[in-house]
């Protein structure tokens, strides 16, 4: 829950903003706030794994797995090889910012050398972010994930907030703006480093840079870095070639669609984050009856609630873009696309609890493989199916991709690590749950609104039909139920004692 509200809080802050910033800093100033966020999404394989391995690390040390003095060991040898990178990637950024503003970027109003010192000021900013990934990952691992997300929100409001009252009352100016963001990250370091090392019981000796403790953890740093370059590939590579493939306004429709599809990850996410460290931790006391409980629940969980929104955006895609935007013919182009992304991307998300299974065991060899593979097809496949079927051509790609994801990777992942739990999974798990969310939707058609006139008829509408798909699919899920009764009457118990 506390992860939840905290992305959910740092979410609101972002899109509550963003007509202020638009307003003082003119689209072309909130244009490199959005290349800022570009540059932060490259972070997931620039911190070269240091992120999840410091994360599982934490997660064994607090299951008894390290000392004191060598989890700090650690610790110590990673904030200096994450500060040495991010210096370099600081370094890097400001020695190419004048080339980037006068010949990548197409600045019409803002002055060249206004732009190239904004990149400089991001430069730092993204190294102090990369760096604030460490104590993140940290602070996952030892599962203060409630008191990470309440420092999160109030940080989120004091960025965002205070970014509106700097350029109100000192200046309105782009770099003003990102000197005020550098600002809070620098704070947010400070925090979060703070929290970290106060967390962690003194050790005999001052930590130090630890090659050994490096050796330990590379392999598995190592894995990460491959699967992080991989994965990124798979879900950016389809839109490079798309852009050159597709018309401007067919690849528009596209990225509308991917951008909606995005919002999935923000109902598992937050499950993922919380059941991760709980796993390692499970793993590395060798409690088998604990780690496939919780494995089952979060793998549940993860599928009750992102199948109702699946289910009504696959059979009522068009009406939910309507919703969203008003405009009919945007639904009509964008429907088939979004309703072949999300088949995938569900079935994508549906494999992030075995996924951070596969990571409690320090096993990233299967998802490096797969992704190789997955990679090899997805090029050909582009280049023969888009050119005949366009840009549905390319989502039901991103199906069949994923598909192959469940039905092989799956099978392997349970044969390898909990042989005894695939079909658990695959039927208790995924199937009985779904099946709730479809038979939800099937009826509802029979209901649906007969034209795209009034987006309030087709927002009770899909309301309606989602918060049922919810109730069906919860009562279908055995492992949620049970929680979910459990915790109704303890809360029924302490509201009559």
Known sequence: MANYVGSGWNALMGVVFIPVYIHYLGIEGYGLFGLLAVMQAWLTVLDMGMTPTLTREMARYTAGAHS?????????????????????????????????????????KLPITTVAQAISIMA??????????????????????????SATAILATVRHGGAVAVLLWVSPTIEVFFLWQVVISLLSVTVFATSVHGILPKAPLPASFSRQAIA?????????????????????LDKVLLSGMLTLETFGYYSLATAIVG?????????AQAIYPRLVELLTQNDERSLVSVYHHAAQLVTVLSAPVVMALIFFSEGAVFVWSGSASLAESTAPILSALILGTFLHELMIIPYMLQLAHGMTSLAVKVNVVAVLVLVPAIFLVVPRYGAVGA??????????????????????????EKWGWYVADILVPICGPIGVVLLA??????????????????????AGALVISTALADRVRSVMFATMGRFFRWQYS
């Open 263 to 271: 919002t999935l990850a923000v109902v598992t996410t937050p499950i």
């Open 68 to 108: 004191p003095q060598s989890i700090r060991d650690l610790l110590r040898s990673l904030e200096l090889l994450c500060i040495g990178f991010a210096v370099l990637i600081a370094l890097g950024v400001w020695a190419a910012s004048d080339w980037l503003a006068a010949h990548w970027l197409r600045a019409d």
């Open 395 to 420: 989502a039901w790609i991103w199906v069949a991709l994923n598909a192959g994801y469940v039905l092989i990777s799956m099978h392997i992942m349970h044969h390898w690590l909990i042989p005894k």
């Open 124 to 149: 730092i900013l993204v190294a102090m972010r990369l760096v604030e990934g460490v104590y993140r990952g940290a602070l996952f691992g030892m599962q203060k994930q409630v008191w990470y997300n």
């Open 445 to 466: 058609q029979q209901f649906e609104p007969a034209s795209y006139q009034d987006r309030w008829h087709w927002f009770i509408f899909l309301s309606v039909v989602g």
């Open 216 to 236: 330990g953890v590379w392999k598995f740093a190592g894995g990460m870095i491959g699967t992080n370059i991989l994965v990124l590939l798979l879900t950016q």
